[in-house]
């Protein structure tokens, strides 16, 4: 313990000296730097409400703006979102085959009611995820409303209508409730309990919704038991933060002096481009002008001379007396404008988290590298968006679908499967799938991802989502495609037999057998002897894994190594490997669960194998003692 000169301990508060920090302090270039606070909420959404219409207004109307905003909907959503049902079928408790059957119902039935999504029947369930997206970056956040509309033509009661989030304010009569915020009335505990949304009279034109009464608005609880009843989405990105702001704001001056400048820039281009003349009257005589020049000017009249606001192009420009004559052009823009621009367009696109390159369309000074970099830096930003789109958007949405689907018993759950509600959780588990990324190098990332799975760094399922497809439908149509082809007759690249008589074979010159260590027989054939139906082994196929068969019996392993499997119609493949109770086939099989197939073991011609495994080394015809060293190449000692 420390002492001071008193002996008394000095305890953790005793005030000591220390450095002052610039950032604290009013001196030095920042001696004046005196952030502005908010002072009330009413300010706060009065500042936010100001800066969404300025970011509408630029979104409409300014190209790089409207760009950035494309260009983050296009990668997060693009074509829509997908749900990768996966039942955990073993908390569960039901079968796997059970659980499939279950996903493909579950799949159909949110694809027929994705047709009919929107309450007003313009638009699908994909639009409407990219116009909520749209929402969020240009507005900060996007307000959409579950409807149930009871429809003789409608397959599924539950729609969505998507709302301007304009209309979600505070009436006019309420703002001394301090409960409500920005149109949001809270809890005690801040949790959203319902919105105010402003439907003024169909003959009323009010320029600001705030003003109505609350007689004007409709109010929506926020949640009706379990389920969610308002679809408000915003990044929360502020400790109590109830209404989000725009992606543009951070960079909403960059975009509009940009845009002032480069209009100003462009009219100055065509100024210089009109090419006018201007002619000066020296001595303030009409001595040698047009008649109509000098009435005008009122050398020869009353009529006095005329100012000129505008100018047209190849406009002629008669000059007052005495009056000295200028050039009009333009030298600009100036030799540092393009450098000047590109800084703005880069600190615009950095405001909104993506490249430069994806802002601009912009691929002049860009490599492979650099290009890569760029990529996997967006790709982390639309990732982001993706994840959090599909959590708070698209997932409570299915939720709502297979809820309905299930009371109104178009999903029939497997026997003895829990109840619904009690885990309505596991029955919705879906992992959402969006378009796949872009590729700088296609086949370097595709080697990359063969690379991967060949090391069990990702699996199938990993690898077909980044790609945008859905591996277990992927592995379907594969299984199909592959049984069409095999049943195709070969086109291309086919190979031809060239046979001959027993009788011509014997009169060529030379030995007509080999002399070699293993035996140069065909197994079952008349010099082999062995009798093909005495090895015929039937079994019934259990299961199939790709070219790999699982049979009900067992056997050795190795056994019917390059051996044959034939079906009862004759069609037949090679057998590469075996195992104890499986065979690997040479290539696809259009063979089905619960056939039987005739299994014929193969020889790997040694003489060990004739004499074990078939018992017919008398027909071995084989050479096993040939000298395994050439006596011509092997030195004599």
Known sequence: MLLDASGAPITAITEHSGPSLDAGAHRGSIANWRPRRVATTAHAAAERRTATQRAEDLYANNWSARSGVSVIADNAIGTGLQPQIALPWKRLGIDRDAARALQEDMAWE???????????????FEDLQYAAMRSVLRNGECLHLPVMLEDAGRRYALAIQDIHPSRLCTPSDLTADTSIRDGVRLSGC???????????????SVPDVSALSSSDFAYRPARLAHRRNVLHLFRYEEEGQVRGTSSLAAGIKLFRNLTDCLDYELFAQIIAASFPVFFAIEGGTAQGLPPEVAQSYGLGGQEQPRDYQEIEPGMNIYGAPNEKPYVLESKRPSANFTNFVEIILRAQAASMGIPYESLTKDFSKTNYSSARAALNEAWKL??????????????????????EAWLRGRLRLPRNAPDWYENRVLYCNAEWVGPSRGFVDLVKEVQATILRLQNNLMTYGEAWSEAGGDFADGVETIREERALLNGLPPAHNTGGLQCETLASRQ????????????????????????SRAAFARTMTVQSIAGFTLTLADVFPAVYYNVGQAVKADGSRRFITTSGTSTVTLERGFDVAVGEVLALYPGCDKSRQTCATKFGNQLNFGGFPWIPSQDPFRTQIG
Request: positive net charge; glycine residues 6%.
């Open 110 to 124: 949110w694809y027929l009611w994705t047709r009919e999504a929107h309450a007003t029947g313009m638009a699908q």
């Open 190 to 204: 801040g949790v959203p309990e319902g919105y105010y949304i402003a439907c003024p009279q169909q003959w009323q």
């Open 382 to 403: 639309y990732s982001f968006y993706r994840r959090w789109f599909a959590r708070l958007y698209c997932q409570p949405i299915f939720e709502m679908v297979m809820e």
């Open 507 to 530: 009169e060529r010159r030379g030995l007509p057998r080999q002399y070699q260590l293993t035996c140069p027989h065909a197994l079952y054939d008349a010099h082999c002897g062995v």
